[in-house]
């Protein structure tokens, strides 16, 4: 009895000096996108409130020569595991983590390159957003010839890109694939704005398409995309969000603006960045390797709240569902960006312009 009680003694004094785990979000930007970098923010929240982890968010500014500076800092310090995100990142990270072989990394919406040496102590997380976009896809080619207010009989859509880059232009091929699965002959106003920063620009190009014909155009710009946010109010027509349930973050600040978000494509970076901390907690993320989380994972999805409820018909809600359970069963393969040629993308592009 003596050495039991010594040994319950003994856990329960280790318990109270074990070290919480230490967690830094190194966020390549600011916060307040009411996108991308907000939902990292409230994985790591999630994190702290209910797995009891330390953290700490640092915001580097959406200045490139800062942040490398940031990670060698949050690196010489005392966290157990660092996140960074964006593929903005990876050069930097793969340069540092392999100093830092003790240190855990985790690494969001995009990979390293695991055949160069040092990066076992790197996890990567994909998104198929290609699936996700393939929902809005068929979601707003079903919108625009439906007669729903704000809408004309032109079946054409739109599409506001930050960059011209794979990451996103694989929401491309599946929004596209998606808006031709519902009808054929589909029509796609595609604008790239060439920043994730300059909300301006993005105002500009989405009012351009709206008045070429777009009633509703998907939102995969980050910060810039709150421009088109602005412009679906002030054109008093349809927007769908990205990456964070933008319509109800806006439903306080700004209901006009709310009110014309008809859903969002989700990528839950906020759950998958738990996910993986938690698994960290348990011993069992492996670190090393990419993953993608897609429909079937929960990595993906479309917001369903009260304004899809509200605005969406019954129909076509039932019929996003039909389209997300065909694509779980794997009924219908999404098509990817990654891996095509420049001539392919370029092709299906030209295949969709009014």
């Not at 329960?12 to 919480?20: N, V, Y």
């Not at 010489?76 to 960074?84: G, K, L, S």
């Amino acid at each position: 009895m003596k050495k039991l009680l010594v040994v319950l003694l003994l856990v329960l004094t280790l318990a109270t000096f074990a070290k919480p785990l230490k967690v830094a979000l190194l966020v390549n930007g600011n916060l307040g996108d009411k996108s991308f970098f907000d939902s990292a923010a409230r994985g790591v929240y999630m994190a702290r409130d209910m797995l009891g982890v330390q953290i700490r968010i640092v915001e580097a500014g959406y200045n490139p020569a800062n942040w490398r500076p940031y990670l060698e800092d949050l690196s010489d310090q005392d966290f157990d595991i660092i996140i960074v995100g964006t593929w903005q990142m990876v050069e930097i990270l793969e340069e540092i983590a392999p100093r830092y072989p003790k240190k855990r990394y985790i690494i969001f919406d995009t990979s390293v390159d695991y055949s160069k040496k040092g990066l076992n102590n790197v996890y990567s997380i994909l998104y198929k957003q290609n699936e996700g976009s393939f929902l809005v896809g068929a979601l707003a080619a079903l919108i625009t010839t439906s007669g729903m207010p704000k809408t004309n009989p032109e079946p054409i859509i739109g599409f506001l890109g930050g960059m011209d880059i794979p990451v996103i232009n694989d929401f491309l091929v599946g929004y596209i694939e998606g808006a031709r699965y519902i009808n054929p002959n589909i029509k796609v106003l595609i604008s790239y704005v060439g920043s994730f920063n300059d909300p301006a620009k993005g105002k500009e190009l989405s009012l351009a398409m709206y008045r070429q014909g777009a009633d509703i155009i998907f939102n995969v710009a980050g910060n810039t995309g709150i421009g088109l946010l602005e412009a679906a109010k002030e054109a008093d027509r349809w927007a769908i969000g990205v990456d964070s349930d933008q319509a109800l973050i806006y439903e306080d600040t700004d209901i006009e603006i709310a009110k014309r978000i008809v859903t969002s494509m989700m990528k839950n970076v906020d759950l998958s960045l738990f996910r993986a901390i938690k698994l960290h907690l348990e011993g069992r993320l492996i670190y090393g390797q990419a993953e993608a989380l897609g429909i079937l994972e929960g990595g993906v999805g479309v917001a369903d709240n009260k304004y899809y409820r509200e605005i969406v018909p019954e129909e076509f809600r039932n019929k996003i569902k039909e389209i997300e359970e065909k694509i779980l069963k794997g009924e219908i393969k999404v098509s990817s960006a990654y891996g095509m040629s420049p001539d392919e993308l370029n092709k299906l592009r030209m295949s969709v312009r009014p």
